[in-house]
């Protein structure tokens, strides 16, 4: 299986600040990334697919780059509403589809 | 609008089995791929595995092949998990998802929980 790895397991931030999320892939996933925000007591809503392309309705400020193994979810402007754990999913190889253990972003 | 909505969740004792149903709709359900995943309480993301459109292709992680089963019924729109042998590590929120092409999952359901306990 491909083990995914993020980091940090959480983070505090501040109103407006930006945030970085870091996945590193055990190998190469050639971009097939996705990103998810799940709120507390919430589902997962998908953000971003393809390492870097924003999922229809997804606010502007979160964007998504990388490749080969290394991938990064950056959020721009923090917002209270983006309070949540973020999860990254590899899906180049399988099965099965992996994930990393999650981000727990919280409010400084 | 997109709802996925699972049903069958609750209490069930070790070595029994559940089977676990998510009713779509608001899409066109025989057109998308549709997969299954899990959270145990207050950890990550377990992918269980996945279904095409009409059922010729279900891949499942290798460590949940022989207790779980994924199935549809494009005609009534709904997929289904058959668990057997159940264990108390299978205690979890199950979430359903759609997928437009196998890999991420764009649309979930609320999830439904399952607690394996005597």
């Known amino acids: 299986d491909i083990r995914m790895t993020q980091s940090p397991a959480s983070l505090s931030a501040s109103l407006g600040e930006t945030v970085n999320i870091e996945c590193l892939a055990s190998?190469?996933?050639?971009?097939?990334l996705a990103w998810y925000q799940q709120k507390p007591g919430k589902s997962p809503q998908l953000l971003i697919y393809?390492?870097?392309s924003l999922q229809n309705g997804v606010p502007s400020r979160f964007s998504g780059s990388g490749s080969g193994t290394q991938y990064s979810l950056k959020i721009n402007s923090l917002q209270s509403e983006d309070v949540a754990t973020y999860f990254c999913?590899?899906?180049?190889?399988?099965?099965?589809?992996?994930f990393g253990a999650g981000t727990k972003l919280e409010l400084k | 609008e997109v709802k996925l909505v699972e049903s069958g969740g609750g209490l069930v004792q070790p070595g029994r089995s559940l089977k676990l149903s998510c009713a779509a709709s608001?899409?066109?359900?025989?057109?998308?791929?549709m997969g299954w995943v899990r959270q145990a309480p207050g950890k990550g993301l377990e992918w269980i595995g996945e279904?095409?459109?009409?059922?010729?292709?279900?891949n499942y992680t290798p460590s949940l092949k022989d207790k779980f089963t994924i199935s549809r019924d494009n005609a009534q729109n709904t997929l289904y998990l058959q668990m057997s042998k159940l264990g108390s590590e299978d205690t979890a929120i199950y979430y359903c998802?759609?997928?437009?092409?196998?890999?991420?999952?764009?649309?979930w359901g609320q999830g439904v929980m399952v607690t394996v306990s005597s």
């Open positions: 999913q590899q899906y180049n190889n399988y099965p099965p589809y992996t």
């Open positions: 279904i095409n459109q009409d059922s010729s292709t279900i």
């Open positions: 998802a759609s997928t437009v092409v196998t890999g991420y999952f764009d649309y």
């Open positions: 190998e190469d996933i050639y971009s097939d």
């Open positions: 608001g899409f066109s359900f025989n057109d998308y791929w």
């Open positions: 393809n390492a870097n």
